[in-house]
């Protein structure tokens, strides 16, 4: 498989690791010292890939998910490093029944280390973000 195909199929695996909550998973994308920046988003900023994911389990647990990445920018920026963006859509709904429905893009740097690629970072900015709460009738 060539480099740019593994980065589509780590993406992939971010997507269906995340809303499936395999926790253990999810780690294994991310390098030892990866960075996540959500901060444009209303987010935080995290060092670390065991940070990032127990940022992540306590935000989603209990919400039920679904992530869509599509339209990938991906450029070999090296042997072992290459860069990504990719279009993005993600529905939440959080335990009282809110629903957040985001658009934006993921901007990302890809390390391989081996033959195994891994996110080294990752930023998520946001186009919109719409809100949907219960009903309180």
Known sequence: MDDIEAIRQLKARYCRLLDTKDWDGFRELFTDKAVMDTTSSGG???????????FVRRALTEAVTVHHCHTPEITATA???????????????????????GYGHY???????????????????????????????
């Not at 042997?79 to 429905?101: C, H, K, N, S, Y």
């Open 44 to 54: 935080n900023a995290l060092t670390g890939g065991d940070a990032i994911v127990d």
């Open 79 to 101: 042997p072992d490093m290459a860069t990504g963006i990719w279009a993005m859509e993600d529905r939440v709904r959080f335990p009282d029944g809110t629903d957040l429905t």
């Open 107 to 137: 901007h990302e740097t890809y390390t391989k280390t081996d033959s195994t690629w891994q996110i080294s970072s990752l930023t998520l900015t946001r186009l919109r973000v719409d809100f949907a709460r219960p009903d309180s009738a």
